[in-house]
């Protein structure tokens, strides 16, 4: 139908596919822009700033989607098509728009809805008071966009698990020791990252800046740790390796946005400027008095340090940016909920990276990337949103100091063996029939400051601190004389409830919340706001004129059978019978009329009526504003509800701990933490293990998962070499290790008889899966980057794990790597870790080595049917063969060529054997 829409082009006149495309605008031509009706030409002066997104366009009930989107949403979801004038249309009544958006969000599309800002009535009134040229459309505005990473009010959120949105700003450094004018190449330099990431549900930012290594490994962490929903980046800004690691860990390139350096994506500067202009937190009680200060006062301490760092600020500004093309800056900003976050490292917790959460399926699996099967899916049984989330946190960054992990086995150990009387059930239980009752109040308060909390929602928070109170008044702090747990009874004592008490006392008396979930309104008792009052009571002195009225023309006409009559949007018809019908007066308007009666309006009615309505709408105004008054009292406290939350949260995932422990089958242990020296007082790490499963893996009802034993550190050797047969279980027992040790640091029970460990400071882990995503990059490549990377960052108290070390290469060059590297692992770092082999010379060489255990896993073999029972259990020694045949066998390769497979390998094996004599 239009030229322009046939050959789409941005504003700048760049074709998709184009370098520099903006796909956010659409060009129209001058000559479109004169044939536009009026409210044609207000559809598309939105739509051209807002091309990629649905566009939700109200009008009068309902909020239509036009041309391109209507496309949309008859193909996706099969709405019915419309033809009209000039434009297909499809439309959903306003009702059902959140429904519908978030459907649209759930595929991928960004949703902007378009508001109208007046109602007619209001229209009418602002015309007639400033006696302007009434225009022909009905002023509308873009009033909310939604996007998968930024969605913020719960009619759109489904999930409990945070949805994150994070900005990122990199920059090359010169490489070490080389002189500044050498050229900054892609390759070696190490890239310098700002980082900025918002929970918009919960209004929480972390700021992060680091220098990287080259694999970038804080910031390939740091995605996995948050795998944001949406990403926010520069035009240009990043570098081909931090792009495709993007590509790999969030793929979707719908829920990148690409911005504009400078104009958009703001350099540090015009952050700063911006932040200042947008004052976004006056309310400090800070004063600003020190003039010669660059940044204001009233900044949050977080911000103004994060302000010295270029990056990091211009990260920030990136994120502004996009937040306030959003229209939810304000609200968020404003809560000032800064942080400083460092993937990697914090010195109080053990370090799980990028790669060690992946290998180890943490959070996702390495199969279809669900959670099924993941240790997080394992553990996670908190009853609120909000612990849970908290525990995703936890699981990230495990404890590592031997008090903080006992403390936590303490209060799992409580809340299993405390018995509250009054509910006839441990305190774990009655914890969750209480926590049970709660909704997602962190969302919720939120929601309150940005004034677009739901008043059903908003009572429930009520409600639910109300309840919270119980919880740590009654139960809790009745039972600080048995809490063995410190940090338990310190949040059974915690001190500041009695404000908040008081909050909630006041807002009992200030409204019937009953009511107000009913009216979906708040309405204050008398005497509570004089707008208030006063705007009903105006509303009120007008029914009664009206009511005056009537009783005067009653007595005018002569009958009490005329009386008022509402027929839709008009109210006060006088409705007159027919036999009085004779004595109306001539300037009377007839209106409507039956059989038995006629209606009428006359001037004097008219004018009522208007004033009437007048008044409703300023009574209606006055009573949303009571709502946000009642809001913002309720906000002027949020740091000590969000403190009360976050309270909560932990008791929720200390009583999760408690709970894990039933899903870890027997036996399973409580840890025991040791902190050992070696003899020349250097710190020696221990890893005992008895009967230790993997608490994931599946092994199907008819066979057991087969427990084992390992032990490592201590008087024994600190590093086992393992070999076995192909698909012998050498990678599980790896990885179980791992496992166990995370779970321990956690403050979780063991799925092990006994389990005795030093804690450590970080789990480096090798695992040859999956690497051939990384394009361009050879699988050796990465093999060895990654050894370096540990060999370098290894400490005595780091556990390595290395599996099949020297795969990716030639037999000969990938033995000898394997033989230095496990060289200098045993005699350099001394850390505690299991290393599997295919190598049989490996193992030859190490088999009399006292700082390296040989073991295998066991299997019965039959040589003659080429078949292999395995046993999975880990036995002291070599295995001779790698029984790769026999797996090929299972896998299905034809017999004939699993047999001459063997002829060449028994005939390789004979000349190597005849080489090396
Ligand atoms: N202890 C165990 N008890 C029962 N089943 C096990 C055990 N360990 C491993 N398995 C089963 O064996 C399968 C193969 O294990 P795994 O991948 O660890 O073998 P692998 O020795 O690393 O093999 P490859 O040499 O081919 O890498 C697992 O998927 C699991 O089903
Ligand atoms: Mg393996």
């Known amino acids: 139908r239009y030229s322009w829409l046939m050959d789409i082009r941005d504003e700048n006149g760049k074709r998709p596919g184009e370098e520099d495309y903006d796909p956010r605008t659409l060009y129209i031509p001058p000559s479109a822009w004169k044939k536009f009706t ?146 900054v190449t892609e390759d070696r330099s190490p890239p310098k990252f700002g980082v900025c990431i918002v929970d918009t549900t919960t209004a929480t930012f972390k700021f992060s800046s680091f220098v990287d290594d080259i694999d970038r490994t804080r910031f390939e962490t740091l995605l996995i740790q948050y795998k944001p929903k949406e990403i926010v980046i520069e035009r240009g800004g990043l570098s081909q390796r931090t792009v495709q690691m993007l590509k790999r860990i969030i793929g979707n390139k719908d829920q990148w946005n690409v911005l504009i350096p400078e104009k958009e994506f703001w350099g540090p500067e015009k952050t700063e400027l911006e932040l200042k202009i947008q004052d976004y937190f006056k309310d400090s009680k800070i004063k600003e008095n020190d003039q010669n200060r660059n940044i204001p006062d009233n900044w949050p301490s977080v911000l103004k340090q994060a302000a010295n760092e270029p990056v990091l600020l211009s990260a920030i500004g990136g ?128 929601r309150i400051h940005a004034g ?25 702090n009745s039972q600080v004389d048995h809490l063995t747990s410190k940090r338990l009874k310190e949040i059974a004592q915690f001190g500041f409830f009695d404000v908040l008490k008081e909050e909630l006392v006041w807002f009992q008396n200030a409204f019937d919340w009953e009511k107000a979930i009913k009216d979906n309104n708040i309405t204050p008792v008398d005497g509570y706001d004089e707008t208030y009052d006063e705007t009903k009571q105006a509303i009120k002195d007008i029914e009664m004129e009206l009511q005056d009225y009537l009783r005067k023309i009653q007595k005018k006409l002569g009958s009490k059978d005329i009386v008022y009559k509402d027929l839709g949007k008009e109210i006060y018809q006088i409705q007159v019978p027919k036999r009085l019908v004779k004595s109306v007066p001539k300037d009377w308007i007839q209106m409507s009329k039956t059989q038995a009666v006629n209606r009428y309006y006359n001037a004097n009615l008219r004018n009522d009526i208007q004033r009437l309505n007048e008044a409703k709408e300023l009574f209606n105004d006055a009573e949303s504003e009571v709502k946000q008054r009642i809001y913002q009292r309720f906000d002027t406290h949020y740091d000590k509800w969000l403190k009360v939350i976050k309270l909560v949260a932990e008791v929720d995932c200390l009583a999760c701990l408690a709970r894990c422990r039933e899903v870890l089958g027997e036996p399973s242990c409580r840890p025991e933490f040791v902190s050992t020296l070696d003899t020349d007082m250097t710190e020696s790490s221990v890893l005992e293990l008895t009967e230790l499963r993997h608490p994931c893996v599946n092994v199907g009802v008819t066979q057991d998962f087969i427990p084992n034993d390992t032990y490592l550190g201590g008087e024994r050797p600190k590093l086992i070499l393992l070999t076995g047969p192909n698909m012998g279980g050498k990678s599980t027992l790896l990885r179980q290790t791992c496992i166990a040790v995370i779970m321990a640091q956690i403050g979780c029970y063991v799925p092990a008889r006994k389990c005795r460990l030093t804690p450590f400071d970080r789990i480096f882990t090798r695992i040859g899966a999956n690497d051939n995503i990384l394009a361009g990059q050879s699988t050796f490549m990465i093999e060895l980057a990654e050894t370096s990377k540990i060999l370098k960052e290894a400490t005595p108290r780091s556990l390595v794990i290395l599996d099949e070390l020297g795969r990716g290469t030639s037999t000969f060059d990938g033995f000898s790597i394997a033989y230095s590297v496990l060289n200098y692992i045993i005699t350099q770092i001394r850390c505690i870790g299991l290393f599997s082999t295919h190598y049989g010379m490996l193992t030859e060489e190490y088999k009399n080595n006292p700082l390296v255990a040989c073991k295998f896993m066991s299997f019965h073999s039959d040589e003659e049917n080429h078949e292999v029972v395995f046993l999975y259990k880990l036995t002291d020694g070599i295995c001779p063969k790698s029984y790769g045949m026999n797996v090929a066998n299972i896998a299905g390769v034809p017999k004939s060529i699993v047999l001459q497979a063997e002829t060449v390998a028994a005939e390789f094996e004979k000349n190597s054997k005849i080489q090396e004599a």
């Open 319 to 446: 994120l502004l940016w996009y937040l306030q093309s959003l229209k939810i800056d304000r609200e968020l900003f404003s809560l000032k909920n800064f942080s400083f976050y460092d993937p990697v490292n914090d010195a109080s917790s053990l370090i799980l990276d990028g790669q060690t959460l992946m290998n180890l399926e943490v959070f996702q699996n390495n199969g279809d990337g669900s959670t099924e099967g993941t240790l997080f899916e394992l553990l996670e049984h908190c009853t609120t949103p909000f612990g849970k989330r908290q525990f995703r946190n936890w699981i990230c960054h495990p404890l590592r100091d031997i008090d903080a992990i006992e403390d936590r086995l303490n209060a799992s150990d409580d809340m299993l063996n405390i018995y509250v009387e009054e509910n006839n059930s441990s305190l774990v239980d009655y914890i969750d029939t209480i926590l049970r009752k709660l909704p997602d109040l962190e969302r919720i308060i939120s």
């Open 38 to 183: 009026p409210f044609e030409r207000q559809y598309w002066e939105i739509k051209a700033k807002h091309w990629e997104k649905v566009v939700f366009f109200k009008k009068g009930k309902f909020y239509e989607l036009y041309e391109k989107d209507a496309d949309i949403g008859h193909q996706e979801f099969d709405l019915k098509m419309t033809d009209r004038v000039n434009m297909r249309m499809v439309g959903v009544p306003e009702a059902s728009f959140e429904q519908w958006a978030s459907q649209f969000v759930a595929k991928g599309y960004k949703v902007a809805k378009v508001d109208q800002m007046e109602t007619a009535l209001k229209k009418s009134m602002n015309a007639r008071n400033s006696k302007a040229k009434e225009e022909k459309v009905i002023k509308r505005e873009l009033s909310q966009v939604l996007t998968a990473g930024t969605l913020v009010d719960s009619g759109f959120l489904t999930n409990d698990m945070s949805a994150y949105c994070i900005s990122i700003k990199e920059e090359l450094q010169p490489i070490n020791g080389v002189s500044e004018s050498y050229m």
């Open 452 to 476: 677009s909390c739901k008043v059903k929602e908003f009572i429930q928070s009520l409600k639910a601190f109300t309840i919270i109170m119980e919880l740590f008044i009654n139960v809790l």
